[in-house]
């Protein structure tokens, strides 16, 4: 295809230097019969000159692959505009992900300090509880261990691990 094309426009440039050569040099207003019969597209014997013919399909040829050239390149930017945006998006889901897992470390890392703190409050309790060497009295209506002290004072260790005093008016 390409071989022909090439051939083609040898021909038709072949023919436009012919052309030239045979107008009259002398005398350019005037149009000559080969002009005449050139641009009808008709040779001197009366057959159609095979030439112009040659040289139109050749531009013709030439104008096609152009506009196929031009199509190819505005496919190419519409890919390479198509790829880029694919890339921002993954980058932005890859952005998102990692804000994600930031996210959950930090919420982990608060669920462990806060587990910490009570094992920590859980553990002063029980040791209070066993540095007691008070008497297990019973326990009250909200299900909490009373303690008898040595002077016969009675208490329960609160959420903090400090004894808490029953008083008299405060009742069981």
Do not use: H, W
């Amino acid at each position: 295809m390409k071989k022909i094309v090439m051939i083609l426009l040898l021909l038709g440039t072949c023919s436009l230097a012919f052309a030239q050569k045979t107008t009259s040099k002398t005398d350019k207003s005037k149009t000559t019969t080969k002009e005449v019969k050139k641009s009808t597209g008709v040779n001197k014997n009366g057959s159609p000159d095979m030439r112009l013919k040659a040289n139109k399909e050749a531009k013709k040829a030439a104008e096609e692959k152009a506009k196929q050239e031009e199509e190819a390149k505005k496919a190419a930017a519409e890919k390479a505009k198509q790829e880029k945006e694919a890339k921002k998006v993954a980058e932005e889901k890859a952005k998102k992900e990692e804000d994600a897992k930031k996210t959950a470390a930090e919420k982990t890392k608060k669920e462990s300090e806060a587990k910490a703190k009570s094992t920590a409050k859980t553990s002063i309790q029980k040791a209070n509880v066993a540095n007691t060497p008070d008497k297990i009295v019973g326990k009250d209506s909200k299900g909490r261990t009373i303690y008898e002290g040595p002077r016969g004072g009675r208490y329960y260790i609160n959420a903090s691990g400090t004894k808490e005093y029953i008083t008299k008016d405060k009742g069981n």
